[in-house]
């Protein structure tokens, strides 16, 4: 009789049974991949919370700063601006600001950091649909945005002669997500097609920065002579500023009709072109794959 070990053969009933490998590109999880939009969300937020005093408090102090700056040089002698004063206007702009600017920040850096690193296979490896990816991206940068408002928000509610008591809650969170969404979307676009951080920087100070400044968050508007006025209802990021404010004042600065309602329109078509526009390129793989 022989000692040796007998080595087992399947039969042909039992190999049936064994589960087929999955053909190459074909989906197996036909669901929202919820546990991985979460670790993708969870690793950009850990992200940039890692280095906050750069991220959330350095930009919160500065727009601090324009704050004070503003109010000394330009808000004394009781100076109100469409009936409040000139500190509790320029306040929530200033907050709002601040959340668009950091919202780009981030999302252009995610993908952007990747390419030069070489890392960028960490993005496009992994079981996430093109949608889930931007779901994880937009959420991370926008969480950052409302890290830094709250900041802010909480800075200024103590600061003396500063009053920022919300009128309409609803409108300081729909118009809050709506424009940091809009700048997200922007950031993200920007990182996809940015080959060097010079690129991220040049939409930063030439695009960016040019449309904050010239949205009514230190001036009211409706005193702009009307050829202006048509410049700064061209601009969105206008929307997202006087709907923000509207929340906290309980008026705005505008000569359009319907005013809340147009600006919430506006921002809601503008995130869905971005939106859309992100998700093409994207799938295409444009500056991304090889």
Avoid at 50 to 75: D, E, N, R, S, Y
Avoid at 117 to 125: A, E, H, K, P, S
Avoid at 131 to 139: H, M, N, S
Avoid at 217 to 231: E, M
Wanted: glycine share 8%; no cysteine; hydrophobic share 55%.
């Amino acid at each position: 009789m022989n000692d040796q070990p007998q080595i087992s053969h399947p039969d042909s009933a039992n190999s049936a049974a064994v589960p087929a490998f999955a053909e190459p590109g074909v989906p197996q999880i036909r669901t929202l991949n919820v546990p991985a939009m979460q670790a993708l969300y969870v690793k950009e937020v850990r992200r940039f919370f890692k280095v906050q005093l750069q991220t959330i408090w350095a930009p919160a102090v500065t727009t601090l700063l324009f704050l004070v700056i503003f109010t000394v040089a330009l808000g004394g002698a009781g100076r109100k601006v469409i009936g409040v004063p000139f500190a509790d206007f320029v306040a929530p702009g200033l907050i709002m600001m601040a959340m668009l600017q950091n919202s780009f920040a981030n999302s252009s850096f995610s993908l952007l950091v990747g390419k030069i690193q070489g890392t960028i296979v960490d993005y496009l490896m992994p079981p996430l649909a093109v949608g889930e990816l931007i779901i994880a991206l937009i959420g991370a940068a926008i969480t950052r945005a409302v890290l830094v408002g709250l900041a802010l928000w909480v800075a200024m509610l103590l600061w003396p002669g500063v009053h920022v008591d919300p009128d309409h809650l609803w409108a300081v969170a729909l118009f809050g997500l709506l424009g940091a969404m809009m700048l997200s979307f922007l950031g993200l676009i920007t990182s996809i097609w940015a080959e060097k951080f010079d690129h991220a920087a040049a939409v930063t100070n030439f695009v960016v920065t040019p449309l904050a400044l010239l949205s009514g968050t230190f001036y009211s508007v409706d005193r702009l002579a009307p050829w202006f006025q048509g410049v700064a209802h061209a601009n969105p990021v206008y929307y997202a500023i006087m709907g923000f404010r509207y929340g906290f004042i309980g008026t705005v600065d505008s000569t359009i009709a319907h005013p809340v309602l147009t600006a919430t329109v506006t921002l809601i078509a503008v995130n869905a072109a971005l939106g859309a526009l992100t998700y093409r390129l994207l799938t295409s793989g444009w500056k991304l794959k090889a």
